[in-house]
């Protein structure tokens, strides 16, 4: 708290002496007139001291966000987990160094995060796990991944009014840190239990980044560790940051590696209080509706709510805003990095997160292995359908009979030709076709679908359980080789040329001897081995191999990117338009 010395209260009474002109003549003053620029001078110096306590108290306070533990199986929301620390340390702004960056220029429009993402050992051996040890396709994988989260988090700052003011991340540069240098969290988990205190963590990555800074010029840097965080209490924590620290030695946060959309969501918070917001709601007046700053992270329970998690509310706004123009952030109105050697976005993330990582594959990384999309939950095609998943996407919890709630990234299929972006299904010109609308990710991995299965699980094998498709466009965007009918003569338009629909000409009688043509489900009468069933279309990418001797032929293969996700790598076929999944991103593996 900032206390008025003597000086200021005795240049507060002069000044107040000044003002009584109407009861005293002007000879009275004169005196104190002299001395009215000495007055004002002190006033400026005691407003400054002022500012310098608040500033050095806000720069040294930590925040960090927490999970909210979603619904369970019954939609029971668990608000008992919610908990924020504020701490403030006893570092004094030196006033000479305050007056000196008040007097730099104010604000400006352009605002440019230079970013460092620095991984832990931990987090990076997750990524060398689902790349069977692969070092160099880890690494490629890695910057396309996190190319896609800082995508997502310039989504959120991109709504700014831009007239006022515009912030935009850029990714200069991501640092692996190998197991002798990953000290700085490994050395924390005295219990070997893949658990460490964030305030530590936070502490050391402090040191840590200050000696990162010469050979890797920033304005602020996250530490993305494989560890779970956990405050001094015990309580859950996904990321954690300085407060108002940008520009300066306190310019570090750690967060962990989530998995899913909600490390975009953590990473824009972290973002967020170095750049002066605070927690909706618990500091401000803005209610904690599930925006990018409320004090715990998760997904939203309504339609209504759906966009919150992409949008800062306009208490951050207004509290960044005046932050960056208080004249403490220049660094952000000026390059360290030389232009064109930061990672290029736009060409990292050509394919969208959600169609390199499926919903299964986000869950397993979210919730760990053997971890699948709740299928089962959207059953009501009116108030919740599978284009709810887009901002509440269940995932079960391995071992337990129950699911969680969380966000599925940008690109995620939701339905035909539909995929998420911010909450919502939307239609898109480049996302895939799907079975049907209620079939976007195919059959649960972990159901053993069979026909059986739908009397009971027509949600989790939906893809088992549709009828056969017949369709003017092929399945995933593979045009047929064989129309669904067979063709008729031009010669006699009554009678088909290739064979009755069932293998029998018209006008005669069925007999144990082959009938001419070809039956619709690829069957010659009179032949014991069957063909394909219908007319060659591809699933997910993979082309049914014809079996018999009179099997029509399958579309044209061409080489290409694998288009499997999340099993085994897929056979590549020439498709409608072109949604390739980069090829270093392999099939499966043994996520963390």
Known sequence: MCRMTNLGHSTFRALSMLTMTRERSISHVRPLLLLFPFLIGSCLLLTARCAADKSAENASRRFDIVSRLDEDARGNRDNDVVYIERRSDDNDEELAGLLHRARRQLATTQNEVELLIVLDDRAFQRFLGRNNNNDAAARTEVERYFAGIVKSVNERLAKFDAQTFSVRAILTKIVIL??????????????????????????????????????????????????????????????????????????????????????????????????????????????????????????????????????????????????????????????????????????????????????????????????????????????????DMCYKMWCSEPGINICRGTLPFFGTSCGDRRWCDQGRCVVAATAPPAVSPTCPQGDDPTANCSPASCLVEPLRCCRTCQPDPVLPLSVFGVQPTTPLLPTPDPNTPDRPATGSIFGVEPGTTPGPGPAPGVSIFGVQPGTATP????????????????????????????????????????????????????????AGGGEA
């Open 531 to 586: 063909g394909p069933i219908g007319p060659t279309l591809s699933i997910d990418g993979v082309t049914p191999v014809p079996t018999g001797p009179t099997a029509p032929p399958g579309p044209t293969t061409t080489p290409g990117v694998q288009v499997s996700v999340a099993g085994p790598a897929a056979a590549t076929t020439t498709q409608g338009p072109t949604v390739s999944v980069p090829a270093a991103i392999p």
């Open 178 to 387: 190998t197991s002798a240098e990953s000290g700085v969290t490994d050395n924390l988990d005295g219990n070997n239990d893949g658990i460490i205190n964030a305030d530590q963590a936070l502490n050391n990555f402090n040191t840590l980044g200050i000696s990162l800074e010469p050979v890797n010029p920033h304005d602020y840097t996250l530490l993305i560790t494989g560890y779970d965080l956990r405050r001094a209490s015990g309580a859950n924590s996904v990321g954690i940051t300085y407060q108002t620290g940008v520009c300066s030695q306190n310019k570090q946060g750690v967060m962990e590696e989530q998995g899913d959309e909600m490390i975009s969501v953590t990473m824009a918070h972290e973002i967020g209080h170095t750049l002066g917001a605070v927690h909706d709601q618990q500091q401000n007046q803005c209610p904690d509706q599930f925006f990018v700053m409320g004090p715990a992270s998760g997904a939203p329970d309504t339609r209504a709510l759906a966009p919150n998690p992409w949008a800062f509310s306009s208490c951050s706004q207004t509290e960044m805003r005046i932050f960056l123009s208080s004249g403490f952030t220049n660094c952000l109105r000026s390059r360290q990095t030389t232009p064109g050697t930061e990672l290029d976005l736009a060409a990292l993330t050509v394919v969208p997160l959600g169609q390199q990582y499926n919903a299964d594959r986000q869950c397993r990384q979210a919730f760990g292995p053997g971890s699948v999309f709740c299928r089962a939950r959207y059953n009501d095609p009116v108030n919740f359908n599978f284009g």
